[in-house]
């Protein structure tokens, strides 16, 4: 059983750039959450996805947008990129009816240079 | 604003003792409280978790005991072993709502042979 895939595993980009990072959730479930984890930090809350809507958002910049499909999986889109948003992008499944049975993928490592 | 403070940041213990990472939370509306253990290049992993209606969980080699009153929470590890050096964060959620997770800023344990 697949768990949460993401894609790619690595990703160099410019500043000013703009990016789409990739999260097919465990089967069977049907909300997806993203996560920013900066170096020697705990992961943050970007944003989360059901039913191909975001219901709730933290602390980001409007440059930070997502999409889900029908199929459950999810894309994470940032545009003009900073430096600062150099990090692992995490995504998180889990069943909208249970709320704490959260898988992580393994994460995408950006780099902005 | 950090709502759940990890600490210490770093850890070094001798195979076979104990291992203690402490985690205090502010919003008193939390009432999820999980453990995830990160290794090198991949995702959190839940480890163990606990509501706030128990004082004590444990899992194996795992416990959490939790201090309601003090808003405070904390992971043992016994019997440390080299296999669990990783990153460990503690994490606070609220079932009321949508359900994300608010993540402390990690211990990096070492376990030394």
């Known amino acids: 059983d697949a768990g949460v895939t993401q894609s790619p595993t690595h990703l160099i980009k410019t500043r000013g750039q703009q990016v789409t990072l990739r999260c097919s959730p465990k089967s069977g479930h049907d909300t997806v959450s993203w996560y920013q984890q900066a170096l020697g930090q705990g992961p943050q809350f970007i944003f989360q996805y059901y039913e191909e809507e975001e219901r709730q958002r933290g602390n980001f910049p409007d440059r930070f947008s997502g999409h889900q499909f029908p199929n459950y999986s999810s894309e994470l889109n940032v545009n003009a990129l900073l430096l600062g948003d150099s990090a692992l992008y995490l995504c998180?499944?889990?069943?909208?009816?249970?709320?704490?049975?959260?898988?992580f993928g393994s994460g995408t490592r950006l780099t902005v240079v | 604003q950090q709502q759940v403070k990890q600490s210490p940041q770093s850890l070094i213990v001798q195979k076979g003792g104990i291992s203690i990472i402490n985690c205090a939370y502010e919003n008193t509306a939390f009432d999820y409280f999980p453990w995830y253990q990160q290794f090198p290049g991949k995702g959190p992993a839940l480890l163990i978790a606990i509501r706030p209606d128990v004082s004590e969980k444990k899992e194996g080699r795992f416990t959490i005991s939790f201090n309601k009153s003090a808003k405070q929470f904390s992971l043992h590890i016994m019997d440390s072993q080299p296999g669990d050096s990783a990153t460990y964060f503690c994490?606070?959620?609220?079932?009321?709502?949508?359900?994300?997770?608010?993540f402390g800023k990690g211990t990096m344990l070492l376990v030394s042979p």
């Open positions: 994490a606070a959620s609220m079932s009321s709502g949508y359900s994300t997770l608010t």
């Open positions: 998180a499944s889990s069943l909208e009816s249970i709320n704490y049975g959260y898988t």
